[in-house]
């Protein structure tokens, strides 16, 4: 072999494991890098944690803390506000109903009619405005005016001629769903706004009077009968149609949950008297709070970065308006760390763009490439061109999120099973199993991520079976309400 045929044998023997000392230095890296990012993963896991075992401690955190709510006003972070709420409808209920619906962007008039019997909602018909942004910001006459004439046009339309009266009296429920401190079932002043409305003339009026005011502006007569919150319209809506309901849970924007409370169990109200020994005690759960709820760095995060920092720490860890953010707050971690979503997206710094449903539609992706998920990451993020592996990482991402919400959704429902003496134990006093035949118990639950998010849905139904154990379970039922029904209901307390 001649000198420079050497040379150049040894030059391309050079070159070549030049080559391949990139590539297996880029292996070594790769490697390097994904196993950063288990490790963040593995430590999200970790702090995601609801084994059984912390789950019932939050059982017995919630039974404890809506005792507490219950025995002194501010005794807990639970509200327990009493709703004057006595009696829930049984289905024996007749006639044709109008409601009104108020609690977040959509503004809805409803009428509703019954037939009498259980089986027979005859036919509903809504009317759903979105709310013009200027009037949530302005004063209580012109949102009031606002919602009395689209209600006076319903009517019209509706009545097609027929009894168009404005002077006919007709029953008005209210689904008013803002903190409200009430009187009685159909008059209550409001504690705050939240939800983005800012009308500081209405704190501490009375809002059933604001709306006769300005329905008799409009020449319309009609008397709210019943002025409720989201929650207990649903709760009346699962007993109208099961008289086993004793307990409704809201799962959608924001979470809440009410049930039916003895009256000499609600000891800040001393003499509280109704005639059927009962009352429907609203929760504001979404403020519950412990330190066995499992919380990660992105939470901490969230909640400091929130309009209201310390306040709804239930809320931030399971409803709508927060699990997109939770995830986006991994992945920009991710990004950050090493570079397997490519350089950092500018898009994953931006609060509550990947809004929940685009999570859910991650997380329940079943095609085989996951496309949809590379196209939310594209499209929304802008995040191109990412390896199924890593795809496959964000599923999972969505999954711990959604895992734990839907988890401690189960807890706070089992919290208050044990607090009536429904979970099986005999409540807070203890009492052997056998000692107590288990009834039969129906929770009406309402909620975007309840009815439309199966895998939320399949988790919550899991853990609750897993908290109660199988025997008891069975004589649980979760019952997912209908939303615009539920509000409409809000008219039986007349
Ligand atoms: P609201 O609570 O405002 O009365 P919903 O019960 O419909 O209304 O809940 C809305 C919340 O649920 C929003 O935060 C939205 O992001 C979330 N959401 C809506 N649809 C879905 C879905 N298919 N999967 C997961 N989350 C959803
Ligand atoms: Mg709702």
């Not at 259980?118 to 759903?128: A, E, F, P, Q, Y």
């Not at 709306?211 to 919150?229: D, F, H, K, T, Y």
């Not at 979760?478 to 039986?492: D, E, H």
């Given at each position: 072999?001649?000198?420079?045929?050497?040379?150049l044998?040894?030059?391309?023997?050079?070159?070549?494991?030049?080559?391949?000392?990139?590539?297996?230095?880029?292996?070594v890296?790769?490697?390097?890098?994904?196993?950063?990012?288990?490790?963040?993963?593995?430590?999200?896991?970790?702090?995601c944690?609801?084994?059984?075992?912390?789950?019932?401690?939050?059982?017995?955190?919630?039974?404890?803390?809506?005792?507490?709510?219950?025995?002194?006003?501010?005794?807990?972070?639970?509200?327990?506000?009493?709703?004057?709420?006595?009696?829930?409808?049984?289905?024996?209920?007749?006639?044709?109903?109008?409601?009104?619906?108020?609690?977040?962007?959509?503004?809805?008039?409803?009428?509703?009619?019954?037939?009498g019997?259980?089986?027979?909602?005859?036919?509903?018909?809504?009317?759903?405005?979105p709310?013009?942004?200027?009037?949530?910001?302005?004063?209580?006459?012109?949102?009031?005016?606002?919602?009395?004439?689209?209600?006076?046009?319903?009517?019209?339309?509706?009545?097609?001629?027929?009894?168009?009266?404005?002077?006919?009296?007709?029953?008005?429920?209210?689904?008013?769903?803002?903190?409200?401190?009430?009187?009685?079932?159909?008059?209550?002043?409001?504690?705050?706004?939240?939800?983005?409305?800012?009308?500081?003339?209405?704190?501490?009026?009375?809002?059933a009077?604001?709306?006769?005011?300005?329905?008799?502006?409009?020449?319309?007569?009609?008397?709210?009968?019943?002025?409720?919150?989201?929650?207990?319209?649903?709760?009346?809506?699962?007993?109208?149609?099961?008289?086993?309901?004793?307990?409704?849970?809201?799962?959608?924007?924001?979470t809440?949950?009410?049930y039916?409370?003895?009256?000499?169990?609600?000891?800040?109200?001393?003499?509280?008297?109704?005639?059927?020994?009962?009352?429907?005690?609203?929760?504001?759960?979404?403020?519950?709070?412990?330190?066995?709820?499992?919380?990660?760095?992105?939470?901490?995060?969230?909640?400091?970065?929130?309009?209201?920092?310390?306040?709804?720490?239930?809320?931030?860890?399971?409803?709508?308006?927060?699990?997109?953010?939770?995830?986006?707050?991994?992945?920009?971690?991710?990004?950050?760390?090493?570079?397997?979503?490519?350089?950092?997206?500018?898009?994953?710094?931006?609060?509550?763009i990947?809004?929940?449903p685009?999570?859910?539609?991650?997380?329940?992706?079943?095609?085989?490439?996951?496309?949809?998920?590379?196209?939310?990451?594209?499209?929304?993020?802008?995040?191109?061109?990412?390896?199924?592996?890593?795809?496959k990482?964000?599923?999972?991402?969505?999954?711990?999120?959604t895992?734990?919400?839907?988890?401690?959704?189960?807890?706070?429902?089992?919290?208050?099973?044990?607090?009536?003496g429904?979970?099986?134990?005999?409540?807070?006093?203890?009492?052997?199993?056998?000692?107590?035949?288990?009834?039969?118990?129906?929770?009406?639950?309402?909620?975007?991520?309840?009815?439309?998010?199966?895998?939320?849905?399949?988790?919550?139904?899991?853990?609750?079976?897993?908290?109660?154990?199988?025997?008891?379970?069975q004589?649980?039922?979760?019952?997912?309400?209908?939303?615009?029904?539920?509000?409409?209901?809000?008219?039986?307390?007349?």
């Open positions: 072999m001649g000198k420079v045929v050497v040379g044998a040894l030059t391309v023997a050079a070159a070549a494991c030049a080559v391949a000392a990139v590539v297996v230095g880029r292996r890296k790769s490697k390097r890098k994904w196993k950063k990012v288990l490790g963040v993963l593995r430590e999200l896991e970790e702090s944690d609801t084994t059984v075992g912390r789950l019932k401690q939050v059982v017995d955190a919630m039974a404890v803390e809506m005792h507490a709510g219950l025995a002194s006003e501010g005794g807990s972070k639970l509200k327990m506000l009493l709703t004057f709420v006595e009696n829930l409808p049984n289905g024996s209920e007749k006639g044709t109903y109008y409601a009104l619906d108020l609690g977040g962007t959509n503004f809805r008039v409803l009428r509703v009619q019954l037939g019997t259980r089986s027979s909602i005859l036919g509903h018909d809504v009317d759903r405005r709310i013009p942004p200027e009037l949530m910001t302005s004063t209580s006459q012109d949102l009031f005016d606002f919602i009395a004439l689209s209600l006076v046009e319903f009517v019209e339309s509706e009545e097609d001629g027929i009894n168009t009266s404005r002077d006919r009296d007709r029953d008005l429920g209210f689904t008013f769903s803002f903190p409200v401190k009430q009187s009685s079932v159909s008059s209550g002043i409001l504690i705050k706004w939240t939800k983005g409305f800012v009308i500081p003339d209405m704190v501490g009026k009375e809002v009077g604001c709306l006769e005011q300005a329905l008799s502006r409009q020449g319309l007569n009609m008397r709210v009968v019943a002025l409720v919150n989201d929650t207990v319209g649903t709760l009346a809506l699962g007993h109208y149609h099961d008289a086993d309901t004793v307990a409704a849970v809201i799962i959608g924007t924001g809440n949950a009410c039916l409370e003895r009256t000499d169990a609600i000891i800040k109200c001393q003499g509280l008297f109704t005639t059927s020994g009962a009352m429907v005690v609203n929760m504001e759960w979404g403020n519950f709070w412990s330190s066995h709820l499992p919380r990660t760095t992105y939470d901490i995060d969230l909640d400091a970065d929130s309009p209201n920092p310390n306040d709804q720490g239930f809320e931030k860890l399971i409803s709508g308006m927060y699990l997109g953010d939770i995830v986006r707050r991994v992945i920009l971690r991710m990004s950050q760390e090493t570079d397997i979503f490519g350089s950092v997206s500018s898009r994953l710094s931006v609060p509550f990947l809004r929940t685009l999570m859910a539609a991650m997380h329940e992706d079943d095609s085989p490439d996951l496309r949809e998920v590379g196209k939310i990451l594209r499209e929304i993020l802008e995040i191109p061109d990412i390896p199924l592996k890593v795809r990482l964000v599923v999972k991402v969505c999954d711990v999120i895992r734990r919400a839907a988890r401690l959704a189960a807890a706070g429902i089992a919290g208050i099973l044990k607090k009536i429904r979970d099986g134990s005999g409540g807070l006093t203890g009492g052997r199993r056998s000692d107590n035949k288990m009834k039969r118990t129906v929770v009406a639950v309402e909620g975007s991520l309840y009815t439309s998010y199966t895998m939320f849905r399949e988790y919550l139904n899991e853990a609750l079976s897993e908290i109660l154990g199988e025997e008891v379970a004589h649980v039922i979760l019952k997912g309400a209908q939303a615009q029904v539920a509000r409409a209901i809000s008219v039986f307390w007349s």
